[in-house]
């Protein structure tokens, strides 16, 4: 889960902020490390993943 991000020729660097907050969150590295921030019960993981899945039903 590297995430590389170099700058372009005239690039400024809030576009390479921007740019590099972008892949971060298209990545997902942030929900993965909220997620593990602390310890989640076998029984809690398996009843979010349910509550996902429901979810993603509902939206088809």
């Not at 892949?23 to 019960?41: H, I, N, T």
């Amino acid at each position: 889960m590297a995430i590389g991000v170099s700058k372009r020729e005239n690039e400024t660097l809030d576009s390479l902020m921007k740019r590099f907050r972008r892949s971060v969150q298209e990545d997902g590295v942030l929900q993965v490390a909220k997620r593990r921030e602390f310890y989640e019960k076998p029984s809690e993981k398996r009843q979010r993943l349910i509550k996902q899945s429901k979810k993603k039903s509902r939206q088809k």
